[in-house]
């Protein structure tokens, strides 16, 4: 009997301790959340797109739109996924470029700048993307992120069978983002593949 008093004693307080908890239960979660601070992952990603793609005119005042989202990892997901989609939609044109003066242009730079069989590249080709890539300070011609040569991608302002040549004004120098965008059938599905999308991803986590 005395064990059993004691059994229903315990059960008593446990009880007791429990109904408050969840009565309480949003204004406790409340107070023990603890909240990330949205202002500084705003400017966070403000400092990296503006440092990265200098040529992207990002909207940063879009904080309000996800005001009632209350879960901060939420938030911040939604805010890049803003972000992303703006970059997506940045209205662009292939366009000739600049060339080089003629002094610093190289023997065969002109037969080999036609159209050949097959639309292979010339055998300067190594050649003229460096100078494209010189030309444009190493940067993506659509976002203006800086570029090593390696990392470089090109495509042509005016496709071969417009016209287009392998001439220099004729190639544009963009990073591998930009590319993709440009090349792609499906801009939605090809921003989830974005190295833009992965590192703001990791601003979310950190």
């Avoid at 229903?8 to 909240?35: A, D, H, M, N």
């Avoid at 400092?47 to 992207?56: A, G, Q």
């Avoid at 997506?88 to 080089?100: A, D, F, H, K």
Wanted: net charge positive; with cysteine.
């Amino acid at each position: 009997m005395v064990l059993d008093l004691e059994y229903t004693i315990i059960g008593f307080l446990i009880i007791s301790f429990l109904i408050p908890l969840y009565l309480y239960r949003k204004t406790i979660y409340k107070k023990l959340y603890k909240k990330k601070d949205i202002k500084a992952f705003m400017k966070d990603c403000e400092i990296y797109l503006v440092s990265n793609h200098p040529k992207i005119p990002f909207d940063f005042n879009i904080e309000e739109k996800y005001e009632k989202e209350e879960d901060s990892s939420v938030k911040e997901a939604l805010i890049v996924e803003d972000f992303v989609n703006q970059f997506v939609e940045y209205n662009y044109e292939l366009n000739t470029q600049g060339s080089l003066p003629k002094e610093k242009l190289w023997g065969g730079y002109e037969v080999n700048s036609r159209l050949i069989k097959d639309n292979k590249r010339p055998t300067d080709w190594a050649r003229r993307k460096e100078a494209a890539w010189y030309r444009d300070s190493q940067k993506c011609n659509r976002c203006g992120m800086k570029i090593k040569l390696t990392d470089a991608q090109t495509l042509l302002a005016k496709q071969m069978k417009d016209g287009g040549g392998f001439n220099l004004e004729n190639i544009v120098i963009l990073c591998s983002d930009c590319a993709k965008l440009i090349k792609s059938d499906n801009k939605q599905r090809t921003a989830k593949d974005l190295n833009l999308t992965y590192n703001l991803m990791r601003k979310v986590d950190d």
